[in-house]
């Protein structure tokens, strides 16, 4: 896997950063159901992990044509696989 911008290229670090801010938005659906119903203790937690492992990731499904998340829309960039020996770290 690699994040690349909409371009093919590797990301500025501006486009990482906000990035990473699109992709804290999760949190936002929590504070608010926590408001709403009250949460407690253990309830926060359970809220926390439902959203962030199963909510969020469908975002995906939104998007018709490339399947990208809501942060990498927000950020114009896109999470692509990379075939089989084409991997290298740098």
Known sequence: ???INQAGYELS????WWRYVYASLWLLPC???QYIFEFHHWQ???MLFTVSLFLWPLSTLIDPMDHQSI???F???RLVELPKGM???S
């Open 1 to 3: 896997m690699r994040l």
């Open 71 to 73: 942060p990498d829309r």
């Open 75 to 77: 950020a114009r960039t």
């Open 87 to 89: 991997v290298t770290l």
């Open 13 to 16: 670090k501006r486009q990482a």
């Open 44 to 46: 926060i937690i359970e």
């Open 31 to 33: 504070i608010l159901l």
